[in-house]
């Protein structure tokens, strides 16, 4: 009997073995394993626009988040690789099998780390076609400047507007917009109080072309006209400091004071650098705090320059300005500008 049982159980496994052996070959049939006939060009014979998906920054890792989507004409079924040159430290890739033919979309992952913050061009070959299609890498920096960008910030306590309304919060886009001046490109930055202002980077400086006043905020009555200042310094350790030009400007009455003539200049000091900074429900990690003295010296005094207001200023890394506090005169209200929401593309 015992012969018997095992004579059935060495029956069974071999029963099962060829069994499991059967299935696996099905799924490999050999009638798919041919390669697909595929065309990367339209119908009338064009390349078709690939769509982009991801931020591509340098020395980050690219994700599942980092692809691109292509249109391909399949002419038969089968299997199909379809990759890209290297360019920049990156390279998109994507594999399968074809069940039926037609227009297909296909997404190719992308893979590496970018280096350089230039645009390269990632081209695909295929039976004598050659498509393509374009990536520029940035460098995460202090000063988001892709149009459409959105910040929204919290007046606490709020302003009082025109007629008596409080302005409790308001918002700055991104405009499409540039100036070129003094050899930069001044980006402009529109709020929804119908102010607009210009912000450039050069190396790891931040300019403002604008009036001596606080970021988005005016304090001075009237400014003789815009000008080119820089308001923040990267890369430089905590207790630097620098002084923005002259310019001639008038303050008092929007403090509810007499209004005076005379000359405006900003003094920064920086505070602390590469700091976490927890506001809005978010951490935001690398950032640098600024104080900024306002002086005014007022025409025909001999005392000099007046600190008629001081603030802080706090610059996230990939997102700008995320908080600031004006310390308003007297020495005993303070004004909070934090930020709310934002959206950088």
């Not at 690789?81 to 399968?96: L, V």
């Not at 409790?168 to 991104?174: H, Q």
């Not at 009237?222 to 620098?242: C, E, H, I, K």
């Not at 900003?266 to 505070?271: G, P, Q, R």
């Amino acid at each position: 009997m015992k012969l018997v049982l095992q004579y059935r159980f060495a029956f069974l496994i071999m029963a099962l073995a060829f069994f499991s052996c059967k299935k696996e070959y099905s799924l490999e049939n050999p009638k798919q394993t041919g390669y697909a006939n595929y065309s990367l060009l339209d119908s009338v014979g064009n390349c078709t626009t690939a769509s982009i998906h991801g931020k591509y920054k340098v020395d980050s890792i690219l994700t599942d988040s980092n692809y691109v989507l292509i249109n391909v004409r399949f002419n038969s079924s089968g299997k199909y690789y379809i990759n890209t040159d290297t360019i920049n430290g990156m390279w998109f890739i994507d594999s399968g099998f074809a069940l039926v033919t037609g227009p297909t979309v296909i997404k190719l992952k992308g893979y590496g780390i970018p280096i350089l913050p230039n645009a390269g061009t990632f081209l695909m070959t295929h039976n004598n076609e050659a498509c393509g299609f374009s990536i520029t890498a940035t460098v995460d920096d202090y000063l988001p400047s892709t149009a459409g960008s959105f910040w929204r910030f919290q007046y606490i306590p709020a302003l009082i507007g025109a007629g008596g309304t409080n302005i409790d919060s308001f918002d700055i886009t991104v405009a499409p917009l540039t100036i070129n001046y003094n050899y930069k490109t001044f980006v402009q930055y529109a709020t929804s109080l119908k102010d607009t202002f210009y912000y450039a980077k050069q190396g790891n400086d931040y300019y403002a072309y604008s009036t001596p006043d606080f970021d988005y905020t005016s304090v001075f009555d009237q400014v003789d006209s815009f000008y080119q200042y820089m308001y923040l310094r990267a890369n430089q350790p905590v207790g630097t400091v620098w002084t923005s030009p002259e310019l001639g400007a008038s303050f008092g009455a929007a403090f509810g004071g007499i209004s005076q003539t005379g000359l405006a200049q900003d003094v920064f000091t920086i505070v602390s650098v590469n700091q976490p900074y927890t506001i809005a429900g978010n951490t935001f990690q690398n950032t640098i705090t600024v104080n900024r003295d306002i002086m005014f010296k007022a025409n025909g005094t001999t005392t000099g320059y007046l600190k008629v207001l001081n603030g802080t200023s706090v610059y996230a890394l990939g997102y700008g300005l995320i908080d600031q506090t004006l310390n308003l005169p007297g020495g005993v209200n303070k004004e909070s500008i934090p930020i709310l929401r934002w959206k950088i593309n």
